[in-house]
Structures are given as C-alpha cells and as structure tokens.
C-alpha cells in the first residue's frame, strides 16, 4: 500500500514563477520528510529535508511546509529556472532500530518552460 | 570525493535466471541500500547493510539477497527472476551510525534489469 502519495504526475510552470509540488502520507509514525531530484539516467539526488517537529525549512530557492495534521507536505521553488525541470520525488521515514527505509511517491515531473 | 557507482548500467535476462548487481559506497560512508524502481514507480525499499549485516527489509521475497563487503560495497542477488523484476535497481549509501538517523542517502545511477 502506497503510503507515501504524489497525486500530479506532472506540473508545466513558467520561467520564474513558483512551482508548488504537493505530497500526502498515509503514515502518522513518519517523522522524516525528504524531497529528491531525478534527471534522467541519474539517480535521485537529496534537495531538502524537514523533521516532523518543525513545519517549514527553506533552503535558497527551496522551502517546503510540513502540515502534520492533514498530513501534507509541500516544496516551493521561487523563481522557478528551466534547470529545475526533473523529476521530483517526496519520501518519508521511520525511526526505527532497524535501519531507516525511505518510502517514495510515484513522483511528479516538474517542466520549466522559458 | 567518488560517488557511488553501479554495474552493470544495463542488463538483460529471461525468466528464472539468477543476476547479481554491484554497488561501490561513496568514501566514508558504511550503510548501503537497495531500492527497485518498476516503471512509473516510485524507488521501493528492498533491504539496508550496515556493517555487513542486513539491518532493514522492505517487503520483498527471499529470492532478494544481498551482501556487503569490509569496504562497503555491496551486491544485490536475485534468483528465479520473473517478468515483474524488470525495473531500475538503484543503490544508496549513506553513513550512518547506530544512534543517529543518516538525514541524507546519495544514489548511484542504477542498474536498468529486463527480464524477458
């Protein structure tokens, strides 16, 4: 069962404008959230991170909001840049004695257009 | 600072047959995880070596298996392959040590399996 949910295969924004990427979890144990960027014939490289005690870290051009009671979390990219243009996957984990597996969305391909 | 590399990047195989993928752990880190990727899917965590010992197992059969060397490498074992075993098989390593949580892992590029 999928408990990590990317429901927008896809998002086509303008150069410079926001793109707002969303996630929902199923997991209320989740306490790890963690957003990745895929070009193609790569692996996924880590952008930015936010612990369920906090709701919003920003790093540069990144931010993501962390809503743990609708459990929903976003990544903000302001200005969006054509370079941006990747797939981005939302993953969250467990603490847990046994090693921390990162569960994924599906993804959602982000196009910056010029 | 090498990064983490993956052989083969491609491989063909038929139903039943057994494969192995390989994985070099970026330079200092001592945990290495195994994710497969079916097409249109998210990375699906399959199991986690922390200092040679499976430390972590996602919900796949036996038929996976694994290994991690003194240097951190690691290999992915799959036997009786079957048609759903076509995916990209991604490695991550990261370095964690018991006690704290590894925020980060840092994939290789992938080994892409077909199974025909």
């Known amino acids: 069962d999928q408990q990590v949910k990317q429901n927008s295969p896809s998002l086509s924004v303008q150069e410079g404008r926001i793109s707002i990427l969303n996630c929902d979890y199923t997991n209320s144990m989740f306490d790890y959230f963690l957003w990745y960027k895929k070009y193609p014939a790569e692996g996924p490289t880590f952008l930015i991170s936010?612990?369920?005690?906090?709701d919003k870290n920003e790093d540069g051009r990144f931010t993501v909001f962390l809503n743990k009671s609708a459990k929903h979390l976003s990544l903000h990219i302001v200005p969006s840049q054509p370079g941006d243009s990747a797939v981005y996957f939302c993953?969250?984990?467990?603490?847990?004695?046994?090693?921390?597996?990162?569960?994924f969305g599906k993804g959602t391909s982000l196009l910056v257009t010029p | 600072e090498t990064g983490v590399t993956q052989s083969p990047t491609h491989l063909i195989k038929t139903r039943g047959q057994q494969v192995t993928l390989r994985c070099s752990s970026q330079s200092g880190h001592n945990t290495v995880s195994w994710y497969q990727q079916a097409l249109g899917q998210g990375p699906q965590f399959i199991f986690q070596?922390?200092?040679?010992?499976?430390?972590g197992r996602g919900n796949f059969p036996p038929r996976f298996s694994g290994l991690q060397f003194p240097n951190y490498s690691s290999e992915l074992n799959v036997n009786a392959l079957e048609l759903d075993d076509s995916a990209l098989y991604l490695c991550?390593?990261?370095?964690?040590?018991?006690?704290?949580?590894?925020?980060?892992?840092?994939f290789g590029p992938g080994t892409r399996l077909l199974v025909l």
């Open positions: 991550a390593s990261s370095p964690w040590d018991r006690g704290t949580r590894g925020e980060t892992q840092y």
């Open positions: 070596y922390y200092r040679e010992e499976e430390n």
């Open positions: 993953a969250a984990s467990l603490n847990s004695n046994s090693g921390y597996a990162l569960n």
């Open positions: 936010i612990s369920s005690i906090k």
